[in-house]
């Protein structure tokens, strides 16, 4: 499943696992508006309409920079900029392939994502 990350009126691609229930039901909730705000220097984060379905799910991941992911007891989506050891509740979504420096940016940062066509 791929997606479209427009910030700063410049596009980045990223891929959704296709194996994934979690990241079948972000994939549903596409297009979405939201600000990407800062969490511990490590990762943007921004709260969801709704919470995923994380059925069959590991109990958790190590993320990598460039992870796109849903930390369930929270039910926001994670994008790290840096790697993180293993978090109980984080789900895998997917990755960013380009344009991780413009995710990386200070500050809040507003988004649209979208579904590839």
Known sequence: MKILI???????RATLHDN???AKDFYQLLPLELTLGDYAGI??????PSKLNTK???????????DLTYYAPWG??????KDFKFASGLVSLG???EGLELLNAAGDIPV?????S
Do not use: C, M, W
Not at 43 to 48: A, F, M, R, Y
Not at 112 to 116: D, L, N, S, V
């Open 6 to 12: 427009d910030v700063a009126e410049q596009t980045i």
């Open 20 to 22: 994934s229930a979690a």
């Open 43 to 48: 990762e943007k984060v921004s709260d969801l």
């Open 56 to 66: 069959g799910e590991p109990l958790g991941v190590a993320a990598q920079a460039g």
């Open 76 to 81: 926001n989506l994670a994008y790290f900029i």
């Open 95 to 97: 990755q960013v392939h």
């Open 112 to 116: 649209t994502i979208r579904k590839a």
